[in-house]
């Protein structure tokens, strides 16, 4: 189940812009989900959605914000981004208990 | 709450030798695992999943184990080729349907497998 998609995909902005991440799933599933991956660690989850009406935060919310404009659509922002949220992201949507990612973003913030 | 950890970073082998991945977790509650398998440039894939229930589970080449004793799974790969060269995540969750935590994962750090012509 591979229908995640993320635009874009790479992405250079500059310390302070306001950006943000797309993420879009065809299937209507309710459950969707925001991470960062770093270089040599593991993906940290920044906020989650189990239906348009819920948005939860998760380890790292902090600089980041989201919105769920439809079921098929979980948007991630950086209001006023910085160096130190330079990294890969990666949207995941889960069908029962397995999520299945989009393909990335890679975000670098100068 | 929940932690996922990986006992070694990286693991190099030999194209057609057996690979073994492991991955301890601490949460007692967890009883859903996945491995996923992520490529340079990609999002993480799933391989296989296990449930508390199940100390084995096969699937094509691959094998997850479950020890709920010792908080241990590993996957295993038969007759690793250099396509499965990538960086393999245990991820653990639990829950029940409808849950607060279903569908929510804890992932481990990864593990980096080479595997070498």
């Known amino acids: 189940d591979a229908d995640v998609t993320q635009t874009p995909r790479n992405r250079i902005t500059k310390t302070g812009k306001r950006i943000m991440l797309e993420c879009s799933q065809t299937?209507?599933?309710?459950?969707m989900y925001w991470y960062r991956q770093d270089p040599g660690l593991g993906l940290r989850l920044i906020y989650y959605?189990?239906?348009?009406?819920?948005?939860n935060k998760g380890e790292i919310s902090d600089g980041y914000s989201v919105s769920r404009q439809a079921q098929a659509k979980f948007s991630l922002s950086l209001e006023s981004a910085i160096p130190n949220q330079t990294a890969l992201y990666f949207c995941?949507?889960?069908?029962?208990?397995?999520?299945?990612f989009g393909p990335g973003t890679r975000l670098l913030v100068l | 709450g929940e932690s996922v950890g990986l006992h070694l970073p990286t693991l190099s082998v030999q194209e057609g030798d057996n690979s073994i991945i492991n991955c301890a977790y601490s949460?007692?509650?967890?009883?859903?695992f996945i491995w996923y398998k992520q490529e340079s440039g990609k999002g993480p894939q799933f391989i296989i999943d296990?449930?508390?229930?199940?100390d084995k589970r096969q699937g094509q080449r691959v094998t997850v184990l479950l020890n709920k004793t010792v908080k241990h799974l590993s996957l295993q790969i038969a007759a690793t080729q250099p396509g499965d060269s990538a960086v393999y995540f245990c991820?653990?969750?639990?829950?029940?349907?409808?849950?607060?935590?279903?569908?929510?994962?804890?992932f481990g750090q990864g593990t980096i497998l080479t595997v070498h012509p």
């Open positions: 995941a949507k889960s069908v029962q208990e397995t999520q299945y």
């Open positions: 299937k209507g599933h309710d459950r």
């Open positions: 959605s189990f239906d348009v009406k819920d948005i």
């Open positions: 949460n007692s509650a967890s009883d859903y």
């Open positions: 296990i449930r508390s229930n199940m």
């Open positions: 991820a653990g969750g639990g829950g029940n349907a409808g849950g607060t935590s279903y569908g929510k994962l804890t």
